[in-house]
């Protein structure tokens, strides 16, 4: 497929944003799958990462929280390098993973799945951060006790959520939250991204499902094989003509 041109957005200072990947390279083993990819997430906002299989989304989500090893370029918090931070390391600076295919601990509780995503809080705000993920998802509240491998898959998404909310995110990072669900528990899931950003939250989204993300993203990234193709608002590169053909199938 032919590149796709760049559309011009406002630059943006790497101070002002709460993320800024800058020139990312990665490769698993010899070969390479991100080339030189910069972002940015201001924040506050949602900003959503979208493009066909393999373009190395999953791969540019797992660089910034640290658990697949980067070999040229930079990825800062607020301006701070957090480059050769360790994965927990930056757990405690705010970064919060929701990963694709959501891995929740089947034969551990709900409130034990949730419970994990508070490890680097202190106990004594673990019930406070409970409740809000209850107030949020009351299905979760009356099915606390029991173990999460029984629930469906968009309740699981919802224990994954949970989880991720629990380590008092500053930058949520949410890859794939859509992924075989039916549509109208996407729509449900994708109120409830909506309604996070909506209270202050930034939020990184990882989607196949390029109409149901660019519909809501302040910010869109489009990617195609490991390198940033497009960027622009959310509703522009809705409404423009390549990526309707190209993604949405338009
Ligand atoms: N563990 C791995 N080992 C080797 N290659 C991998 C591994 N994970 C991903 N890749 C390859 O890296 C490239 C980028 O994959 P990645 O999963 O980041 O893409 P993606 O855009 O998230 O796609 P998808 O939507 O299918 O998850 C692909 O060519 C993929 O085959």
């Given at each position: ?33 991100l080339h030189g990819v910069s972002i940015q997430v ?209």
């Amino acid at each position: 497929m032919r590149a796709l041109a760049i559309i011009e957005s406002k630059p943006q200072a790497a101070g002002d944003a709460l993320l800024t990947v800058d020139g990312l390279t990665s490769a698993y083993s010899r070969i390479q799958v991100l080339h030189g990819v910069s972002i940015q997430v201001p924040p506050g906002e949602l900003v959503a990462l979208v493009g066909a299989n393999g373009a190395g989304k999953t791969t540019l989500l797992r660089c910034i929280s640290g658990v697949q090893p980067i070999s040229a370029g930079s990825v800062l918090m607020q301006g701070k390098p957090i480059t050769g931070a360790s994965a927990d390391a930056r757990v405690r600076a705010g970064v919060c993973q929701v990963p694709e295919g959501r891995h929740v601990f089947a034969p551990m509780t709900i409130e034990d799945n949730l419970r994990m995503g508070a490890h680097t809080r202190p106990a004594a705000e673990i019930a406070d951060g409970l409740e809000e993920v209850f107030t949020l998802f009351p299905v979760l509240r009356e099915r606390r006790h029991q173990p999460a491998g029984v629930l469906s898959g968009g309740q699981q998404q919802m224990v994954a959520l949970g989880r991720a909310l629990m380590g008092k995110p500053r930058l949520l990072l949410l890859d794939e939250p859509s992924m075989g669900l039916a549509p109208l528990i996407v729509a449900d899931i994708f109120r409830i991204i909506r309604m996070l950003r909506d209270t202050g939250m930034t939020i990184l989204l990882v989607e196949q499902n390029a109409r149901a993300a660019l519909s809501i993203a302040d910010h869109a990234y489009v990617m195609e094989s490991g390198r940033i193709a497009l960027q622009g608002r959310g509703r522009d590169l809705l409404k423009n003509d390549e990526v309707r053909r190209a993604y949405l199938g338009m």
